[in-house]
């Protein structure tokens, strides 16, 4: 036996508390964690909960009052202010003098003698001055004197003072906490850049920039690029490999096996005799000029986004010095790349099951503390789920030591739990199924998973539309239209979200096969030149969109987000909203590309902070449409080649 036995209090199910607490939960500055808990003991009296908290920078607890909810459920909350890792747990007592003095009160309703109640209340009163500082203590010992004093003080005018609500909370800033039970586990909160909530992001090949014909594109062009990213109001331009690529096994136009000697293969074909990972491909300029694009990147207020591919070409060092790095075939070669039937012989996967693992590991650490050093803050990292996840929970935990402004996107289009895992281990965003989610009960489904916890505690999506990988059948088939509401899904059903550049402004729809996802003349494998006066484009929309991202903080989380009921199964409508119902944006669009749909919106206006039965106002921020609705069911038509979508404001103010 031990003095465990007289910790009566008993605490369960915790929430947030991801897969027993082994992973932590995510936030940005200014978020708030609300927590949960069974908290319960034998009896009837009455408990106190506290939520603990404290950075991990910092030996004191802050505690919160936790309320009970009814049902032995109890809720609390902190606010995180630091990047970084918060740590939070649950203590709690049996509360004798809060049971006295329910009990006190309910023995005077009845006309009940309380004069021996009194005088456990004195002596519960004198226990907390003795925990108490020297002021405080005096007065609490005064306070317990006139539990006994008689004199010619009637009953009642003792009782009154008795009850004095001043002393009472004074009493419970000292109780007895000698025998409180702590929830087994300290969980944790890690705390990112707001980057890696909210931002949209923008991705060019920069040798295609800018798309003069006949020309390599350089950092430079990048950089005279930016202002158009800035102008759209992108807050990352993501780059795909900047590395020297390998001669052996290049990829010729469309992922031919054969390369012409004129072209410039993948990027994500890493390593030459100009060096691997930390090295930058001869064409498009010097280190000096990749961090003079990041300079002038961060004058604009974007953050440049690197990508982390770890494979390698045949040419990269890496096979020359570190062989036991790759897998060796029984015919002595290495085993390149493959996804049956497709042959990817210009990228040699690494063996993370090498017996030489340890310094493995160390390098790759060493390729992205690299790029840290010069300035990268953000990196797109290629399909980590084909890597060692131990890997990734060590490098990644290992980096935000002492980097937790450095942001971590997945391209983990894999199975949901081992994307989920991913997020767990510590990646900050993922790409996600939004691209293969195209009808109304597809996406309801997914971003209801998405938007409610657990899954919400620690995933974050970000919504791409296209990728160089994937061009969707939707936007193969449904022309402007189809990539408008894309756009429009992409930038308000998730708080980030990005398209693959001047293919999506300038909607390129055209695949290599019908049956297929991949671009025709994809710049995956060729040089692009792009025309950025031609008339058919979406800039102008895209901006908006992006303008009407900033300005609507509703739409900068998944906090406040519901689906309302439609009677036409062709169009989706969701609002979201910030915390005080001060901006509440309602979402409407058609998911038919070819055809004008209408139908009827069900919303609940308490919801969304309008009266019931009142006439209220909504205002388009794509047309700058205002019209007047009343009550809970609204008309709706929409057009595709028009818009297929409406982005309203809801207000009842009209000015």
Known sequence: MNGDGLRRVIIESVAPEIDGGQHPIKRVPKEHVVVEADAYADGHDLLTVILKSRHESEKTWSETAMKPLGNDRWRGEFEVTELGVYLYTIEGWVDPFSSWRRDLLKRIEAQQDVSMDLIIGERLVEEAAKRANDVDAQSLQAWAREFSQSGESTMKARIERVLDEEMTKLTLR?????????????????????????????EIFPRSCPGKVGRHGTFKDVEAFLPHVAEMGFDVLYLPPIHPIGQSFRKGKNNNPVCQPDEPGSPWGIGSKEG?????????????????????????????????????????????????????????????????PKKYQDIYPINFESDDWPALWQELKRVIVYWI?????????????????????WVIGDIRQT??????????????????GLSKLGFNQSYNYFPWRNTKAELIEYFTELSQPPV???????????????????????????????????????????????????????????????YLNSEKYEIRSWDLNRADNLTDLISRVNRIRRENPALHDLHHFQFHHTDNDTIIAYSKTDDELKNVVLIIVNLDPYNVQSGWVDLTLEELGIAPGTTFQVHDLLTDARYSWHGDRNYVELRPWEMPAHIFRVSSDFT
């Open 276 to 340: 691997g990972h930390t090295a930058i491909h001869p064409e498009l300029g010097t280190l000096d000029d990749f961090k003079g694009m990041l300079r002038k990147a961060r004058e604009l207020k974007i953050e440049v986004a690197l990508d982390i591919a770890f494979q390698c070409s045949p040419d990269h060092p890496w096979v020359r010095e570190h062989p036991q790095w790759f897998r060796e075939r029984p015919d002595g070669t290495i085993q390149y790349a493959e996804n049956p």
């Open 456 to 518: 919400s505690e620690f995933f974050r999506a970000n919504l791409w539309p296209n990728t160089p990988d994937i061009l969707t059948r939707y936007l193969q088939d449904g022309g402007r239209p189809a990539f408008i509401a894309r756009l429009i899904l992409a930038a308000t059903l998730g708080a980030s979200y990005g398209i693959y550049g001047p293919t999506f402004e300038f909607m390129e729809n055209k695949p290599v096969q019908k049956d297929g996802e991949e």
């Open 373 to 393: 050093a010069h300035g990268v803050r953000v990196f797109r990292v290629d399909n980590p789920h084909t890597k060692s996840l131990p890997f990734w929970e």
């Open 174 to 202: 000292f109780p007895d906490r000698s025998h409180a039970t702590t929830h087994e586990k300290e969980l944790r909160v890690t705390v990112d850049p707001i980057l890696a909530r909210t931002g949209a992001w923008y």
């Open 403 to 420: 980097r937790p402004d450095v942001i971590f996107l997945a391209e983990a289009f894999t199975r949901p739990h081992l994307m989920y």
